[in-house]
């Protein structure tokens, strides 16, 4: 568990703005709230887990509203300290008196997160379960709410302890042959080691899967549309948004900056990213159009590749350096509308799944559609196993997964000190996503990105 430690000042904040029902809730939590509560409703006390119905008043004992008052005392509390919630109905403004007189009787107003953050420190929650809470209340559709559901309920955090827990035997293990390094490597275990690291090995690949698909569940998919010049890179992104977004005309070069779109496919965000043409000419301002294409797709998670369905190998050609890093490559040829009988025009790449379209008529779209919602994990993001996850949290898999590979190389070298150390780097990265190693301004900026109240 980290070592960041919170004050112990009650805090106080609007949970729930007043909505179309006419219910708005403050939160206090800490050691002072039960006090806070009780004077705020006119009680001596409030009974834990029971509804109160109750007359708020302000300091001079007037009524600033009635509804209902929850105590639950801790540890069994969201945060895990004395926590309450009092619902009112009325306006924003009986909300803010509310909070206002909170503050009067020792209350301070809570920071963005805070609620989670002491939920998190107080181990009421790991971090990846306090992070599905804002997911959740973010959550843009059904699937992307249950997957933020199932993150809550610890789905994503169990598999990543149980590596953990699996890494931190290993590593047991790994120092225990260090200590009798000068008996034969396969008398100490070595095959077993091997064998443990070939499965965790395998394991993190396909936690990093499901993890790359729960972050394009929450994020959506940054897709970036390249191409040669004139290949109708700007019409498909139109007839994809559904509107004349992107100037189009017949003249090479017409698109000199980034132009982006957000879309949705049956519930999967993809964020769209026009892009000017690639190619070797062009004036000053169209090579800066290119390079701020080139620089965009170092972020891509796919790249649409556009090509003329005339001569598609030309273009190819174009953009084959500037794509070499991108996860994934979808290639298109445009323009089918324009082909002749030719059969030895619009040759599909070798070696290549092409889909043919055109953006003018529409033809293609639907397939194309198609592809990009199943690319953005729209299928599995269904299924029972899907959570949300967060691109730290990607990172994260990443790093002990390569630090696994690493510990299997040097393992086979018999080198058992660097073995060792990657082993540690590895246990080390799962225990940042669950929050069981991590560095406190790590931790701060995690939470000031929630909402207040949260």
């Known amino acids: 568990m980290t070592s960041r430690l919170h004050d112990t000042d009650t805090i106080v904040a609007i949970a729930t703005p ?21 004077a705020i409703c006119g009680r001596r006390t409030l009974r834990p887990r029971h509804a109160h119905h109750v007359r708020f008043r302000d300091a001079d004992g007037d ?4 509804g209902i008052a929850l105590a639950f005392v801790a540890p069994a509390s969201y945060t895990g300290e004395d926590v309450v919630e009092l619902q009112a109905h009325g306006s924003p403004v009986v909300l803010r008196q509310l909070v206002d007189r909170a503050g009067t009787l020792g209350a301070r107003p809570a920071r963005p997160g805070e609620f989670s953050e002491r939920a998190f420190l107080n181990g009421r929650l790991d971090l990846t379960q306090a992070e599905a809470v804002a997911d959740l209340i973010a959550a843009g559709d059904l699937r992307a709410a249950r997957a933020a559901r199932r993150a809550l309920d610890g789905v994503f955090s ?7 827990e699996a890494l931190l035997t290993l590593r047991v293990h790994v120092e225990a042959m ?22 965790l090995a395998a394991q993190l690949d396909i936690l990093l899967a499901e993890a790359e698909q729960g972050r394009k569940l929450r994020d959506g998919v940054h897709a970036v549309i390249v191409g040669p010049p004139n290949a109708g890179k700007s019409s498909l992104l139109n007839a994809l948004a559904g509107s004349d977004r992107a100037i189009v005309t017949e003249i090479a ?3 000199r900056d980034l132009l982006q779109e957000t879309v949705r496919i049956d519930g999967i965000e993809l964020t769209l990213v026009d892009t000017a043409g690639l190619r070797e ?3 000053a301002i169209e090579r800066e159009g290119m390079r701020r294409a080139r620089g965009e797709l170092t972020r891509a998670d796919l790249a ?9 190998a030309r273009g190819a050609a174009a953009v084959a350096d500037a794509i070499a890093g991108v996860p994934a490559v979808l290639w298109l040829h445009n323009k089918i509308d324009l082909l002749t009988a030719d059969p030895q025009q ?3 790449l070798a070696d290549a799944d092409v889909l043919r379209v055109s953006a003018h008529t529409g033809a293609g779209l639907d397939a194309l559609r198609a592809v990009l919602h199943a690319h953005a994990g729209g299928a599995s993001a269904a299924g029972e196993g899907a959570f949300t996850a967060r691109t730290r949290q990607v990172d994260g898999l990443r790093r002990a997964r390569d630090a696994v590979r690493a510990a299997r190389d040097t393992l086979h070298a018999e080198a058992l000190e660097l073995t060792a150390e990657a082993l540690r780097q590895a246990h080390d990265a799962t225990g940042e996503i669950t929050g069981r190693v991590l560095p406190d301004d790590l931790l701060g900026h995690i939470f000031s990105s929630f909402c207040i109240g949260k």
């Not at 179309?20 to 006090?35: C, F, H, Y």
């Not at 009524?63 to 009635?66: A, F, K, M, N």
């Not at 169990?158 to 953990?164: G, P, W």
């Not at 649409?304 to 598609?312: E, M, Q």
């Open 281 to 283: 000419a062009g004036d």
């Open 18 to 38: 007043a909505g179309a029902g006419g219910v708005g809730i403050v939160r206090l939590s800490g050691p002072d709230a039960l006090r806070i509560a009780a």
């Open 304 to 312: 649409i590749v556009v090509l003329d369905a005339r001569d598609p």
């Open 178 to 199: 260090i200590d009798f390094s000068d008996e034969p490597i396969d008398a100490l275990g070595g095959d077993i080691v091997a064998a443990r690291i070939d499965d």
């Open 253 to 255: 070069g017409t698109t």
């Open 346 to 348: 619009g040759a599909a």
């Open 158 to 164: 169990t598999r990543v302890d149980a590596i953990a």
């Open 63 to 66: 009524v600033l509203d009635d």
